[in-house]
């Protein structure tokens, strides 16, 4: 082995120390959230409701059916995910987030809970912060994604095989061979197989925490042309205040434009946004659950004003790919065929820091076999005179 490849050797084997077992973790969990909206549609009966051929509820009367039940909340948005499901209102109330689910043709509150408290909440927290307080587990989380890039990289080239002679094996797991053998070509093969999706998977997912991430991808899609009109900011006009004592009816005026100029949208987020002179965010999204290919609002939260409305077929390609961030990180994007993938490529990166760890494991333990004492010949018995 060359100096440059012992080198290698050295760093994919230490990183995976290191990151082992934050990989393993943070690879579990996205396999088990993978699929949570279709174990969730299967087991929890207030996701869906039966469609109607009669218009929601406006999104007003959702706010006041949730703040007669919790009258000390504070709603931070309403989201209308299509013609078979539940309304949910989300609001905070004394340090809690509540998720109240309403039948959004009569109104009828179907569920409340508190929105951390349900099974793939925890999963999602554990994925994110791993068991450790929010900021300390958000940096664990990115740097050992990080390092699990930089050791995905490194084990392609130490995997390349050099002779075309053995490319052909080195594609192939040899489940026939002694358990070592296949080890080996699990850690190896598989390891390479995935690479490339796993890659794409942590770049999605670094992209939700390191926004130098997100803005690079950003910039690469826009081949690094700057687009000002997507990066302005819009703010309500918090003096006029008093002028409007009507403003609790503008998110009915939002939901009635967004409905006219993106009819193809089945779900609808509207977002009041926290600060006095924050607007009123409205996204609309053609498919329920995804969230690619999106319509976006801006209206003054106390006139009602149209601030800017951004159509995708307007967007310019970096913006539609972050867009697309979600449902890529997911799979989603490709369908169920695509979630699969995801699922398994997942599965198969929780294996590799337990399979690489084997490997040297095994190696170390070879090293270590005292070698067999070289036997001297017998003397030659002395020759007597």
Known sequence: MTATKSAILFAHRWLGF?????????????CIYCFQDEIQDAMISYRKVEAQAKPFVL??????????????????????????????????????????????????????????SSFFAFI?????????????????????????????????????????????????????????RVNYDLHNV??????????????????????????????????????PAEKKKFT?????????????????????????????????LFIPGAKKSSPLSVTAYPQSLHFSYQDN???DKYSGKLLNFLPNEKKSA?????????????GQVAGLLGKIIAFLSSLVSATLPVTGLILYLGKKKKTKKKPKPILKPKAEKALSF
Do not use: C
């Not at 039940?69 to 949910?88: C, F, L, N």
């Not at 006009?237 to 609790?248: C, Q, V």
């Not at 970096?318 to 997911?330: A, E, P, R």
């Open 18 to 30: 290191i990151s082992g077992l934050v990989v393993f973790v943070i690879s579990v969990t996205g």
């Open 59 to 116: 999104p007003s009367e959702f706010e006041r059916l949730s703040l007669e039940k919790y009258p000390e909340g504070k709603i931070t948005s309403v989201i209308y995910y299509g013609a078979d499901r539940s309304v949910m209102v989300r609001l905070s109330v004394k340090k809690k987030v509540m998720a109240l689910f309403f039948n959004p043709y009569s109104g009828k509150l179907l569920h409340a809970e508190v929105f951390k």
């Open 124 to 180: 999602k927290n554990v994925h994110l912060y791993l068991f450790l307080p929010r900021e300390i587990g958000k940096v664990v989380n990115y740097v050992s994604v990080i390092v699990f890039v930089i050791i995905m990289i490194t084990g392609l080239v130490l995997w390349w095989p050099k002779r075309k002679s053995d490319r052909k094996r080195s594609f192939t797991i040899k489940w026939g061979a002694k358990w070592k």
């Open 190 to 227: 598989l390891g390479f197989y995935v690479t490339s999706i796993v890659i794409i998977i942590a770049l999605t997912g670094l992209s939700f925490s390191l926004p130098w991430v997100s803005k690079g991808l950003y910039s690469i899609a826009n081949l690094g042309r700057s687009f």
């Open 236 to 268: 309500s006009d918090s003096t006029a205040i008093a002028s409007y004592p009507e403003a609790h009816l503008v998110i009915d005026r939002a939901y009635a434009m967004a409905r006219k100029k993106s009819p193809q949208a089945n779900y609808l």
């Open 297 to 299: 609002y801006a209206f």
């Open 318 to 330: 970096g913006m539609k790919l972050n867009n697309m961030n979600y449902d890529i990180h997911t």
